[in-house]
């Protein structure tokens, strides 16, 4: 059967993955062995969405997950799903691509289960994943860390502490934090990875949670 979409995992432990969205399905996404799509995830509820294919385009329906599914920055309780789509569940990214291999259903299980045992670190690509998706992202999941950001206009540094922005800077620049963020928010291409937290003890020089950061930051570009 011609396979129309699928969603490729580009951030996360599953970067890499793909797993085909054929037509006539209800794909259960969950925790949950029952589950088509099994992401072991302590932010992925057992049944977290899932994803109807029986119309001309598939169709997403978070399951009143404890943490919410969002697509393109947004939460969202049920959603249709068009290419270049970007969907958060739990710690992973995954983005909506035209669906041009054969990759069983079973084959893409047995691909997402095999990344289980070696897990990555949080990267990816500014052009394909926005920086503020990586921010509400890390914040949703309370992630704790230094994200690196390296841009084609210099390199920066965003300190979380269980999902919350602790302070911004940007190399061979003093701006104040916010200043650094706003800096940041403005480019589009570049890289980022999320390092363990430091052990050094750091000030709280930002006390907004991070989507007032973001619209902040936003409003004054």
Known sequence: ?????????ISGKYVGGEYPLRRQ???LIGRTSEADMVLVDDRVSRKHAEINTFGDRPVMTDLQSRNGTFINGDRVGRATLTLGDRIVIGSAILKVIDGSDDLSEEEAKAQLEMTVASPRALTGELAEIPLPDVLR????SRRSGN???????????ILFHEGRVYT?????????PQ???????????GAFRLEPPTENPVPDELSESV??????????S
């Open 211 to 220: 989507e007032k950061l973001i619209q902040e930051a936003l409003h004054r």
């Open 25 to 27: 399905r209800r794909i």
């Open 168 to 176: 911004c800077s940007v190399e061979s620049a003093k701006h104040a």
């Open 179 to 189: 200043a650094a963020l706003e800096q940041m928010l403005r480019w589009k291409t």
């Open 147 to 157: 994200l690196e950001v390296h841009g084609a206009e210099g390199n920066g540094q």
């Open 137 to 140: 992202l890390l914040s949703s």
């Open 1 to 9: 059967m011609e396979v129309r979409y699928t969603l490729r995992f």
